[in-house]
């Protein structure tokens, strides 16, 4: 399915930041968001069965920044549409929080984070 398509048909279930996220990108980075989302959440719906947040930061900014989370939990370098991606499971950034599992993908001057 087409980013357009996408989008008109699950605005209504997707967060506001989710739809602005899919709104700024073109059909060959959802392509590659849809998969990662796949690897991640068990299907291809991201935005709805994960949040979507765009970040400065790229994929080793983020493992320099866990060595410093309460639980790293475990990492998994994976392709996705020619794409270095990243997932964590299990992490946990701060105590207190809930741990989730997240999935990086490098996306223009920063990357895009999966959290299911």
């Known amino acids: 399915m087409k980013r357009e398509e996408y989008i008109e048909?699950?605005?209504?279930?997707?967060?506001?930041?989710?739809?602005?996220?899919?709104?700024?990108?073109?059909?060959?980075?959802?392509?590659?968001?849809?998969?990662?989302?796949?690897?991640?959440?068990?299907?291809?719906?991201p935005g709805i069965s994960s949040r979507i947040v765009m970040t400065a930061g790229d994929v080793s900014s983020f493992d320099d920044g866990r060595r410093d989370w309460r639980e790293r939990g475990s990492r998994k370098p994976v392709e996705v549409n020619g794409r270095r991606c990243v997932i964590y499971r299990g992490a946990q950034t701060s105590k207190g929080q809930q741990r989730r599992d997240l999935a990086i993908m490098p996306w223009g001057d920063g990357s895009l984070i999966l959290e299911a």
């Open 9 to 45: 048909e699950n605005a209504a279930y997707a967060r506001n930041e989710c739809i602005a996220a899919l709104e700024m990108m073109d059909d060959d980075d959802f392509a590659a968001l849809a998969a990662l989302n796949e690897e991640l959440a068990g299907d291809d719906e």
